[in-house]
């Protein structure tokens, strides 16, 4: 844990100390989910093939900060947006998001929240995206979480462990942050 906070303080040095740091206009959201998810484009990138298909798992644990979407589900948005922007059809991306831990509050309806969940829109999106959404079991039931307190589209599994054993028996990578 505390290498990779030395990592990150270096990185954020890095960042910060170079002159050639890009303004956030550089980053725009869409095409394919407009209110989320900006990226960049980045000239000289290695083209896409034509037939790039993708089958891609995004584990998520951290929490989001109450009152604002959850990194992790925004990471799936610049996913889509990216490779979408890219060239890659929509129909060749397939997406996984196993939540467990602290973020499985994250995925509550509003009264179990405790107020707006404004993760809810993003979720929306995602799922509407053909984002397959799955929530630890076990995390839930730890937490007190029930499959009918979960934002609609959201499915119960077993336990994060088990989603992501089917997932990679389906032909899915993790996506490691």
């Given at each position: 844990m505390i290498l990779r906070q030395v990592f990150a303080?270096?990185?954020?040095?890095?960042a910060v100390a170079s002159p050639s740091f890009s303004d956030a206009a550089d980053f725009k959201?869409?095409?394919?989910?407009?209110?989320?998810?900006?990226v960049a484009?980045?000239?000289g990138a290695?083209?896409?093939a034509k037939n790039t298909v993708f089958a891609v798992a995004f584990?998520?644990?951290q929490s989001g900060e109450k009152d604002a979407v959850n990194r992790g589900f925004e990471s799936a948005a610049r996913f889509l947006n990216m490779?979408?922007?890219?060239?890659?059809p929509a129909e060749s991306m397939k997406l996984a998001i196993v939540v467990h831990g602290a973020a499985v509050q994250d995925l509550t309806n509003d009264t179990v929240y405790g107020g707006s969940n404004k993760n809810a829109?993003?979720?929306r999106l995602l799922l509407a995206n053909g984002v397959s959404v799955q929530v630890c079991g076990q995390s839930a039931t730890f937490r007190g979480v029930r499959a009918e307190d979960l934002l609609p589209g959201v499915k119960m599994a077993?336990?994060?462990?088990?989603?992501?054993?089917?997932?990679?028996?389906?032909?899915?990578?993790?996506?490691?942050?």
């Open positions: 303080a270096a990185a954020l040095a890095v959201t869409g095409p394919l989910i407009k209110q989320y998810g900006p484009v980045v000239p290695e083209p896409l584990d998520v644990i490779h979408s922007a890219a060239g890659v829109e993003l979720i077993l336990s994060a462990m088990t989603a992501h054993a089917l997932l990679q028996q389906q032909g899915y990578s993790i996506n490691p942050f």
